[in-house]
């Protein structure tokens, strides 16, 4: 039943990476790319019908993981207290910027949320990457000094920074989090970018795909230096995938998906090129669950054990029932999602209408 | 610890209050939306139907608000109370989980079609997607409400080796006692603020001499919904729920009527100032027997004071509850009044010349958001000093490696944002109603 929770949690969260995370993309591509209203109103539109769903994608993980493992929960979200509440407060200013910018006809109201939208993006973005970086290194669980833990075995506070070296006890930010941090805020351009071009029909879509295409090939070189990179901070990173080596498939068709989506994008195959960036944050994802598996937050230091899903989970009857109402409720979900795509498919043309009809 | 616990008491308490603001009129403008639609659509009238495209401009507005400050409310659960979490989770977590997964999505997906569909949909279609937003805010409310009715009536669980809840009946928790009085008295009243701010609104206009015809209907419909929920809000759903106090949690029904000694024939406390040290009120208006009554149907019924309880068990800020439950039913006593004669008013068509009562509606507005933020604070400084009532203290609950100062420096965060918030808020609802209701169908380019 943990197994059965930790696949629907995955899933859970992966269906938030890939929703939400091409509307960050889109933010983050609006930040560097759009130069004029009709760019940034052809971005905006592309994801105006869909971000708010993808954000509860978000609440209903986070109602999930608090039910299906309250133990996790409570550590995770008090130990990461600060960048947790920067992320509400990013989430809370993307929202009202999004929807408060055509509220007002006027440049510099519409120019202040604009900026808002893509810096908040981006940040979130590098903090959610910074926030997996810090589940993959482990974190000082019991907040233990000289061998002694400062709180119950589970609970741990970390710092923002220490020294941001590899330290005794590094803080949310240090080299290491910086590094995936930066990896998934380049993921997210690629396939908020692959969303733009596919849901667009405009000469903009051109100086996307040149931006995603240098991208691409920024985070492969940053993928490849990742594999020598995690065993330093987490020697035995690779154990689950050398005890099953039929797992290294994983990753290994994670990294084809990236190159498939570059090359999908050249020969103009819009649709193969975001499904195949929603594949590849999907196969990074999950790997580092595997890697990591049993555990859910390792620990850093002796004293205290792993928090994997087997010591954090909620009773065997709440999981049944919980699963009962899930499988129910996905269902309505995937026909909701099914419906929005539906009626917003098609692409947005590069004419008048875009000023109208929206907002 | 001590000081850890008041900060994130303070800012859970800042939060949910600034948050609460907006769902209610969510909540309540949702039926009052699907209300105009449905008489737009069966009467073939077309100032009802613009009347509601008014109505969503603002619901748009305030729903966005409820979004935003609703996500940290959730956060806070694990950020602030990472104790209550990890020992409630199993029961809490599944009924906010089931908020998220049946009402949150569903209201996403319709409320693009609600907002923006109106012309691309056909007009039942368009009904419908109101509707069913309407739905999915009611039945966020009542996951909320199920979480909450377990935490003052805990049911359906057993206690763990390590202090932590175990769900053992998940059909209790929705048949818990304390739920359905709750949760009707407090959709009710999410329908009385919206319907008092749909008729202040018609009064402004009236009063300003624009929007002659939206003016009267806004009136018509916030005068009629206003008295009929201000009544139920009051009867039966709010005695209801006071007589579950009474019978769940007589410790907080004695505190918040301020009543110091048990008594026979006790009496009602209308106005006075609790006096803590001396263990009185001080200046009340007082009418005797009635609390024996409303409380137990008999005039000489035995009502316990806060005396039969010690200190640990009662209340800790009494003077506050007893003025916060004091407060909600003298407003709602006054919505009752003022939306009854109001409504006598248009009946007798003489409502809208009359501009007294027209200023007194106007000048209303803000009463009902007072009246449930009241109503809120009665219920949770009434199960004080418990999280989980009589089995999880409120000082347990925190997390234990969230020191005060990086609460209070959150709580500054929120405090200066949410200001930021709520002048937006103001100023862009401020404008759609200056600028008013579109005057006839404007035809489609």
Same mark, same amino acid.
Request: aromatic share 16%.
């Given at each position: 039943?943990?197994?059965?929770?930790?696949?629907?949690?995955?899933?859970?969260?992966?269906?938030?990476?890939?929703?939400?995370?091409?509307?960050?993309?889109?933010?983050?591509?609006?930040?560097?790319?759009?130069?004029?209203?009709?760019?940034?109103?052809?971005?905006?539109?592309?994801?105006?019908?869909?971000?708010?769903?993808?954000?509860?994608?978000?609440?209903?993980?986070?109602?999930?993981?608090?039910?299906?493992?309250?133990?996790?929960?409570?550590?995770?979200?008090?130990?990461?207290?600060?960048?947790?509440?920067?992320?509400?407060?990013?989430?809370?200013?993307?929202?009202?910027?999004?929807?408060?910018?055509?509220?007002?006809?006027?440049?510099?109201? %519409?120019?202040?949320?604009?900026?808002?939208?893509?810096?908040?993006?981006?940040?979130?973005?590098?903090?959610? *990457?910074?926030?997996?970086?810090?589940?993959?290194? *482990?974190?000082?669980?019991?907040?233990?000094?000289?061998?002694?833990?400062?709180?119950?075995?589970?609970?741990?506070?970390?710092?923002?920074?220490?020294?941001?070296?590899?330290?005794?006890?590094?803080?949310?930010?240090?080299?290491?989090?910086?590094?995936?941090?930066?990896?998934?805020?380049?993921?997210?351009?690629?396939?908020?970018?692959?969303?733009?071009?596919?849901?667009?029909?405009?000469?903009?879509?051109?100086?996307?795909?040149?931006?995603?295409?240098?991208?691409?090939?920024?985070?492969?070189?940053?993928?490849?230096?990742?594999?020598?990179?995690?065993?330093?901070?987490?020697?035995?990173?690779?154990?689950?995938?050398?005890?099953? %080596?039929?797992?290294?498939?994983?990753?290994?068709?994670?990294?084809?998906?990236?190159?498939?989506?570059?090359?999908?994008?050249?020969?103009?195959?819009?649709?193969?090129?975001?499904?195949?960036?929603?594949?590849?944050?999907?196969?990074?994802?999950?790997?580092?669950?595997?890697?990591?598996?049993?555990?859910?937050?390792?620990?850093?230091?002796?004293?205290?054990?792993?928090?994997?899903?087997?010591?954090?989970?909620?009773?065997?009857?709440?999981?049944?029932?919980?699963?009962?109402?899930?499988?129910?409720?996905?269902?309505?979900?995937? *026909?909701?999602?099914?419906?929005?795509?539906?009626?917003?498919?098609?692409?947005?043309?590069?004419?008048?209408?875009?000023?109208?009809?929206?907002? | 610890?001590?000081?850890?616990?008041?900060?994130?008491?303070?800012?859970?308490?800042?939060?949910?209050?600034?948050?609460?603001?907006?769902?209610?009129?969510?909540?309540?403008?949702?039926?009052?939306?699907?209300?105009?639609?449905?008489?737009?659509?069966?009467?073939?009238?077309?100032?009802?139907?613009?009347?509601?495209?008014?109505?969503?401009?603002?619901?748009?507005?305030?729903?966005?608000?409820?979004?935003?400050?609703?996500?940290?409310?959730?956060?806070?659960?694990?950020?602030?109370?990472?104790?209550?979490?990890?020992?409630?989770?199993?029961?809490?977590?599944?009924?906010?989980?089931?908020?998220?997964?049946?009402?949150?999505?569903?209201?996403?997906?319709?409320?693009?079609?609600?907002?923006?569909?109106?012309?691309?949909?056909?007009?039942?279609?368009?009904? #419908?997607?109101?509707?069913?937003?309407?739905?999915?805010?009611?039945?966020?409310?009542?996951?909320?409400?199920?979480?909450?009715?377990?935490?003052?009536?805990?049911?359906?669980?057993?206690?763990?080796?390590?202090?932590?809840?175990?769900?053992?009946?998940?059909?209790?928790?929705?048949?818990?006692?304390?739920?359905?009085?709750?949760?009707?008295?407090?959709?009710?009243?999410?329908?009385?603020?919206?319907?008092?701010?749909?008729?202040?609104?018609?009064?402004?206009?009236?009063?300003?001499?624009?929007?002659?015809?939206?003016?009267?209907?806004?009136?018509?419909?916030?005068?009629?919904?206003?008295?009929?929920s201000s009544f139920l809000v009051a009867f039966p759903t709010g005695d209801q729920q006071a007589k579950n106090v009474a019978?769940?949690?007589?410790?907080?029904?004695?505190?918040?009527?301020?009543?110091?000694?048990?008594?026979?024939?006790?009496?009602?406390? #209308?106005?006075? @100032?609790?006096?803590?040290? @001396?263990?009185?009120?001080?200046?009340?208006?007082?009418?005797?027997?009635?609390?024996?009554?409303?409380?137990?149907?008999?005039?000489?019924?035995?009502?316990?004071?806060?005396?039969?309880?010690?200190?640990?068990?009662?209340?800790?800020?009494?003077?506050?509850?007893?003025?916060?439950?004091?407060?909600?039913?003298?407003?709602?006593?006054?919505?009752?009044?003022?939306?009854?004669?109001?409504?006598?008013?248009?009946?007798?068509?003489?409502?809208?010349?009359?501009?007294?009562?027209?200023?007194?509606?106007?000048?209303?507005?803000?009463?009902?958001?007072?009246?449930?933020?009241?109503?809120?604070?009665?219920?949770?400084?009434?199960?004080?000093?418990?999280?989980?009532?009589?089995?999880?203290?409120?000082?347990?609950?925190?997390?234990?490696?969230?020191?005060?100062?990086?609460?209070?420096?959150?709580?500054?965060?929120?405090?200066?944002?949410?200001?930021?918030?709520?002048?937006?808020?103001?100023?862009?609802?401020?404008?759609?109603?200056?600028?008013?209701?579109?005057?006839?169908?404007?035809?489609?380019?």
């Amino acid at each position: 039943m943990e197994v059965t929770w930790l696949c629907i949690m995955a899933f859970m969260f992966i269906m938030y990476a890939i929703l939400d995370g091409f509307d960050f993309g889109a933010g983050m591509i609006h930040l560097f790319l759009a130069k004029n209203e009709k760019e940034s109103m052809l971005i905006k539109r592309s994801i105006g019908p869909f971000w708010d769903g993808n954000e509860v994608w978000l609440v209903a993980s986070g109602g999930l993981l608090f039910m299906a493992f309250p133990k996790l929960y409570a550590s995770f979200f008090s130990g990461f207290y600060l960048p947790l509440i920067f992320v509400l407060w990013l989430i809370m200013g993307r929202g009202i910027s999004l929807e408060l910018r055509n509220q007002l006809d006027n440049k510099v109201w %519409k120019a202040l949320w604009d900026k808002m939208f893509g810096i908040s993006s981006l940040l979130l973005a590098l903090i959610f *990457g910074i926030a997996f970086g810090n589940i993959l290194r *482990g974190v000082n669980l019991g907040g233990v000094e000289n061998g002694i833990s400062a709180y119950e075995s589970h609970f741990f506070f970390s710092p923002l920074w220490t020294d941001l070296a590899h330290s005794e006890n590094p803080g949310v930010i240090d080299w290491f989090s910086l590094f995936i941090g930066i990896v998934a805020v380049l993921a997210l351009i690629i396939h908020g970018g692959n969303w733009v071009i596919l849901k667009i029909e405009s000469p903009f879509k051109k100086n996307v795909s040149r931006f995603i295409f240098k991208i691409t090939i920024a985070i492969f070189l940053l993928l490849i230096a990742s594999f020598f990179i995690l065993p330093m901070v987490r020697p035995a990173i690779y154990g689950n995938f050398f005890d099953n %080596k039929a797992l290294l498939l994983i990753p290994f068709l994670s990294v084809s998906a990236l190159l498939l989506s570059a090359i999908f994008q050249k020969i103009g195959k819009e649709l193969a090129a975001f499904i195949s960036s929603s594949l590849f944050i999907a196969g990074m994802f999950v790997s580092a669950v595997i890697s990591i598996y049993p555990a859910v937050l390792p620990s850093t230091n002796d004293v205290n054990p792993d928090l994997t899903i087997f010591n954090t989970s909620a009773s065997n009857y709440g999981l049944n029932i919980g699963l009962t109402w899930w499988i129910a409720g996905i269902l309505l979900i995937s *026909g909701y999602t099914f419906m929005v795509h539906w009626m917003y498919r098609g692409k947005i043309a590069d004419d008048v209408n875009i000023y109208k009809q929206y907002h | 610890m001590e000081d850890a616990i008041f900060y994130d008491r303070l800012q859970f308490a800042f939060t949910i209050t600034f948050h609460y603001l907006f769902p209610q009129l969510t909540m309540g403008l949702s039926f009052l939306i699907v209300l105009l639609k449905s008489i737009a659509i069966v009467k073939k009238s077309e100032i009802h139907n613009l009347a509601a495209r008014f109505w969503i401009k603002i619901f748009a507005i305030n729903f966005v608000m409820g979004i935003v400050t609703g996500i940290p409310m959730e956060f806070q659960f694990g950020t602030n109370w990472a104790k209550f979490s990890e020992l409630t989770g199993s029961i809490v977590g599944q009924t906010l989980a089931m908020e998220g997964i049946f009402s949150f999505f569903l209201e996403s997906a319709f409320i693009g079609i609600m907002l923006f569909g109106e012309k691309k949909m056909r007009p039942k279609i368009h009904l #419908l997607s109101c509707f069913l937003v309407f739905v999915g805010s009611w039945l966020s409310g009542f996951f909320i409400l199920v979480t909450h009715a377990w935490m003052q009536h805990p049911v359906g669980h057993e206690v763990g080796e390590n202090g932590e809840f175990i769900l053992t009946s998940f059909s209790a928790l929705f048949a818990n006692p304390w739920l359905f009085w709750e949760y009707l008295h407090t959709m009710i009243a999410a329908v009385v603020t919206a319907s008092f701010v749909v008729a202040g609104i018609g009064a402004f206009y009236l009063l300003s001499g624009v929007k002659h015809e939206f003016g009267k209907l806004f009136l018509k419909v916030g005068v009629i919904a206003g008295f009929i929920s201000s009544f139920l809000v009051a009867f039966p759903t709010g005695d209801q729920q006071a007589k579950n106090v009474a019978e769940m949690q007589p410790a907080t029904l004695a505190a918040m009527e301020g009543l110091f000694e048990t008594q026979e024939g006790a009496g009602i406390v #209308l106005i006075g @100032q609790p006096n803590m040290e @001396q263990k009185r009120i001080d200046n009340p208006i007082h009418v005797p027997y009635i609390l024996s009554l409303i409380t137990y149907k008999r005039f000489d019924a035995e009502v316990k004071g806060m005396n039969e309880y010690p200190e640990s068990e009662l209340p800790t800020n009494i003077p506050l509850l007893y003025y916060s439950f004091h407060i909600m039913v003298g407003l709602g006593t006054l919505f009752i009044a003022l939306m009854l004669l109001a409504l006598v008013q248009l009946y007798r068509k003489k409502l809208f010349d009359q501009k007294w009562l027209l200023w007194a509606l106007m000048a209303a507005i803000p009463f009902p958001y007072i009246a449930t933020t009241a109503g809120w604070m009665t219920a949770e400084l009434g199960r004080q000093p418990w999280l989980v009532y009589k089995l999880l203290r409120t000082v347990d609950g925190a997390s234990p490696s969230v020191s005060a100062g990086n609460t209070l420096f959150t709580l500054m965060g929120f405090v200066g944002l949410y200001f930021l918030l709520g002048t937006l808020f103001l100023f862009l609802v401020g404008r759609i109603i200056k600028e008013g209701p579109e005057e006839k169908m404007v035809a489609e380019s």
